[in-house]
């Protein structure tokens, strides 16, 4: 019991190090990348029993029970359906031997993962990155919540009545609505965020 309150005291339970790209081909989350979409991995923090990867795509938590157990569940957090928000860190204290990485995902947990205090540096760098995807997803949603105010303001310019046939009212629906998706799903829906990674990430 009292090592068990030590261990938690000190950082000891289920800290992570930061891997290194080098060995990215050896850790469990590889193996559940849709490499065949172009997804790759540019930051990971492994414990001993969970690892953390943040992809140009999503965010996949391979989730283990235990140290000793070889059970996992892989858990994935696609950026283009789950927004990130509330990202921090948390420096040590005089006795701490660990950092702690925080965020939050819409629709999903909050995250507060462990990391040795060592890697301050480069957990500087993943904290820059998810800030930044954050914000663009933000702004993004702003920008989502704007267009159908907009549709119904132009739709409130016309009347059914004018149109010369009902040709022309399919080929304006389908126009509007082809307009309307690429807007929604395309324009203002980041799906890669490869070049935020790039822009902070210095691994």
């Known amino acids: 019991m009292f090592k068990k309150l030590a261990s938690e005291a000190l950082g000891l339970s289920d800290i992570g190090v930061i891997i290194s790209p080098a060995d990215y081909d050896k850790v469990d989350a590889d193996d559940y990348l849709f490499h065949e979409d ?3 991995i540019f930051f990971l923090i ?3 029993k969970d690892e953390y ?3 140009n795509l999503a965010i996949i938590h391979v989730d283990g029970d235990s140290a000793v ?4 569940t892989i858990k994935r957090y696609d ?3 789950h927004q990130l928000s509330n990202v921090s860190i948390e420096t040590a204290g005089t006795i701490d031997l ?3 990485l925080k965020f939050s995902v819409e629709d999903g947990p909050t995250f507060s993962i462990d990391v040795k205090k060592n890697f301050l540096e480069q957990l500087k760098d993943i904290y820059k990155a998810l800030h930044t995807i954050g914000k663009i ?3 993004n949603e702003i920008a989502r919540q704007n267009v159908l105010p907009c549709l ?6 016309y009347k059914l009545g004018t149109l010369d046939s009902e040709a022309t009212l399919v080929k304006h629906y389908q126009t509007l609505l082809h307009a309307v998706n690429t807007t929604l799903l395309e324009r203002y829906v980041k799906r890669d965020f490869s070049d935020v990674f790039e822009k902070y990430i210095h691994s």
């Open 98 to 100: 660990d950092i702690e």
């Open 46 to 48: 492994k414990s001993k």
């Open 152 to 157: 119904d303001a132009i739709g409130s310019m």
């Open 137 to 139: 997803q933000a702004r």
């Open 38 to 40: 172009g997804e790759k």
């Open 53 to 55: 990867c943040f992809t």
């Open 79 to 81: 950026y283009s359906s």
């Open 69 to 72: 157990s070889s059970k996992r």
